[in-house]
């Protein structure tokens, strides 16, 4: 029997990441989603996005965070961030892409809460390497100075793989001289195309709490991770979309799981009555890291990696140390070697 580790409860969720487009001009080697240059058939379009955002401000969403693949890709996007902007905060997540002096202008005006915008690299080689698309780091150095010298809170967001983890405090330093109030560490997800490479670029736990003990960064400079001990189990409070409308809980279930779509589904609908959505906000887990409950308030780390490595939703979280059990997080599950994950349908969900 799963042990009763409860997480924090809220009435409804405050807030939701969207996932505006799954277009991108860069070909990132680890993009989660499989990104293309044009947009899919099938994703919702900004007048759509406009109703269901305002339905979900309606309905007590103060906050949406919108990341991408690229927002700033999709035709119409700044226009419905304006659109948005005075009824909840928003957040963008961006490569940088299409964001110039004007757009940043916009962007200010509309008092954006904050740009989140990733760094794959210290050196335009590294980074544009990585994202597949030559001019890709100056785009980002770009995004992340103009937004701070318009006082848009600007963060740097680096996910840690064998490639970025001995180059993570020259990232850090980069971030700081583009006046990057923040830097994120992320881990990295077996998703999308990253499981097919996944070897490659994922680096044991051990190895990773090695470069996370390394980090030195500038005087002023907050560096953000979630692993020991600050490990969170986020379903409590997490609410997402895909870009077609599918109601996942969170960006990183999106293989996983499928709680209906917004198109035909309203969102606390789900949240209140989705069985799996309901069990993975309750913390039902079998194990819960003390030091990371202490801070984090919440149990058992991340669902998606849990779920990823043992293919049980009350499993505990192969990168919080004290729950790791010996997994070796370098060595990607024959299950999803083989085959798509297949995602818990909307009835059971």
Known sequence: MTPPFPNPVLGTPPKISVSITEACPSTCAHCYTGCASAPKPGVIAVREWRAILDG?????FIKVYFEGEEPFAKPGFLDLLEATAPRMTTLVRSKGAGIDARVADRLAAARL??????????????????AGRKGSFAAACRAIALAAERGIPADALVVLTRASAPRLNAILALAHRLGAARVGILRLYPLGRAKAIWEAIALPLAAQMQALAALAPSPGLKVMQSWHPRNQNCCWQAAALDAYGRIIGCQYLREYVDHGNIRDR??????ANAPLYRML????VEKSCPDCAASQRSHGGCRSTAFAFHGRWDAPDPF???????????????RLR??????AAAAGA
């Open 56 to 60: 979900l401000a309606d309905q007590g």
């Open 113 to 130: 809460g904050r740009l989140l915008v990733d760094l794959m690299g210290e050196d335009a080689a590294t980074h544009d390497a990585a």
């Open 266 to 271: 309203d969102y606390l609908d789900a949240w």
């Open 281 to 284: 906000r309750a913390g039902h």
């Open 320 to 334: 919080d140390v004290t729950l790791n059990d010996g997994v070796d997080l370098a060595v990607l599950p024959d």
């Open 338 to 343: 083989e085959h798509q994950p297949e995602r």
